[in-house]
T-cell receptor, first 111, second 113 residues
Framework: GNSVTQMEGPVTLSEEAFLTINCTYT??????LFWYVQYPGEGLQLLLK?????DKGSNKGFEATYRKETTSFHLEKGSVQVSDSAVYFC??????????FGKGTTLSVSS | DTAVSQTPKYLVTQMGNDKSIKCEQN?????MYWYKQDSKKFLKIMFS???????INETVPNRFSPKSPDKAHLNLHINSLELGDSAVYFC????????????FGQGTRLTVV
């Protein structure tokens, strides 16, 4: 079946550091890929998405590129801020199915 | 105006009780979901409804029963609550295919004591 694997956290960075959170997936068809963010005590918010191979999703300085050859969708940001501290979830979805999430990666950014 | 709203936000109850969580979306979406987030933050799909019809029913104890009176509402009723049911439950909705994103509610933190 379909699945998503994310790097284990927590990830601890200083402000303005470069961020990478790795995500790989297994899918039987042609999924869309997503990154969601969950701030403490809140629900999940869509951060970015990509619907086909080689698409790049971007939002708020975060980027991720849909790489079909490596079945990956790594999240990157050039310079993190304290306000980026949250839990980040990689997810995939195929037509007619629900979102399948990775286990989440906790990011902690200190000033 | 909240897009996907759940009530209550917090629910503390004793083992053996029956409780319900309500969810409403004002986005005009045709598909709604219930997810369970455990203490390690892992999110797992429980149910999905499309236009009031059940389309996904994962391996969930039959003590959990979703009900969709119309496509804007998806409620979750839980019978005979157990300690292991303690979690955060998220409602979500999405529209159209293929592969559109889901919008999530704020979650209901259920604690069974």
């Amino acid at each position: 079946g379909n699945s998503v694997t994310q790097m284990e956290g927590p990830v601890t960075l200083s402000e303005e550091a470069f961020l990478t959170i790795n995500c790989t997936y297994t899918a039987t068809g042609y999924p869309s890929l997503f990154w969601y963010v969950q701030y403490p005590g809140e629900g999940l918010q869509l951060l970015l998405k990509a619907t086909k191979a080689d698409d790049k999703g971007s939002n708020k300085g975060f980027e991720a590129t849909y790489r079909k050859e490596t079945t990956s969708f790594h999240l990157e940001k050039g310079s993190v801020q304290v306000s980026d501290s949250a839990v980040y979830f990689c997810a995939l979805k195929e037509a007619g199915t629900a979102l399948i999430f990775g286990k989440g990666t906790t990011l902690s950014v200190s000033s | 105006d909240t897009a996907v709203s759940q009530t209550p936000k917090y629910l503390v109850t004793q083992m053996g009780n029956d409780k319900s969580i309500k969810c409403e979306q004002n986005l005009g979406h045709d598909t709604m979901y219930w997810y369970k987030q455990d203490s390690k933050k892992f999110l797992k799909i429980m149910f999905s409804y499309n236009n009031k019809e059940l389309i996904i029913n994962e391996t969930v104890p039959n003590r959990f029963s979703p009900k969709s009176p119309d496509k804007a509402h998806l409620n979750l009723h839980i019978n005979s609550l157990e300690l292991g049911d303690s979690a955060v439950y998220f409602c979500a909705s999405s529209q159209g295919e293929p592969n559109t994103e889901a919008f999530f509610g704020q979650g209901t933190r259920l604690t069974v004591v």
